[in-house]
């Protein structure tokens, strides 16, 4: 069975060194880099399994390389996670919403950030695939996931991995009402670190992407979320 490779990217030596010995123990392959730029290079030449990613790095900052990552057609799909002494819910938010998998608030227990890597690598590999036939016409609006594509009147529109997951979540039952938890579980995966607020904003990010489109996507308060029926 080949062994997964983790791509580590975190500017101070001590923290990642510790990372590395860490996962080595468990049997993963590990792959470093002290910056951003190095980081994404390296990602050219190998693309891993999982990126750690920490989130005050000199030069590019994390947030800018995970952005990149999820606009790359390449990477899009490669989990990231965070490792952030940031604690507040504003910069965990802002990397959910990047297409982030999950995040650690340092200091943390490399126990916890193996759990954590581990965990994310089992949803990653279970997720459920939407079958690449499947295209999903409705309103003005044509979901293809086998070209992972969304047209709104004949016009493509650039969503993350993670948005088109959620889109094509609620499109598929159009009428239907789900809670966010509802809506995390289908689109990552039971036991999904998020707060209520992160699906918020991850669904307000998405209505603007899809412009007039996104009032389809209709809020049913104290409940959850529902694509609107034709």
Known sequence: MTKPNILVIEDEEDIRELVKYNLQRENFVVLEADSGEAGLKMVERTTPDLILLDL????????????ILKRDVRTQNVPVVMMTARGEESDIVTGLELGAADYVVKPFSPKVLVARAKAVLRRNSSAPELAPDDVLRIHDMVIHPGRHEV?????????????????HFLARRPGW????????????????????RSIDVQIVGLRRKLKRAGNYIETVRSVGYRFRDK
């Open 56 to 67: 005050m790095l000199p030069g590019m900052d994390g947030l800018e390389v995970c952005r």
């Open 151 to 167: 047209l709104v009147k004949d016009k493509p529109v650039d969503l993350t991995a993670t948005e088109f997951r959620m889109l």
């Open 177 to 196: 009402v789900f809670t966010r938890y509802q809506i995390v579980d289908a689109v990552h995966g039971e036991d999904y670190p998020v707060t209520e």
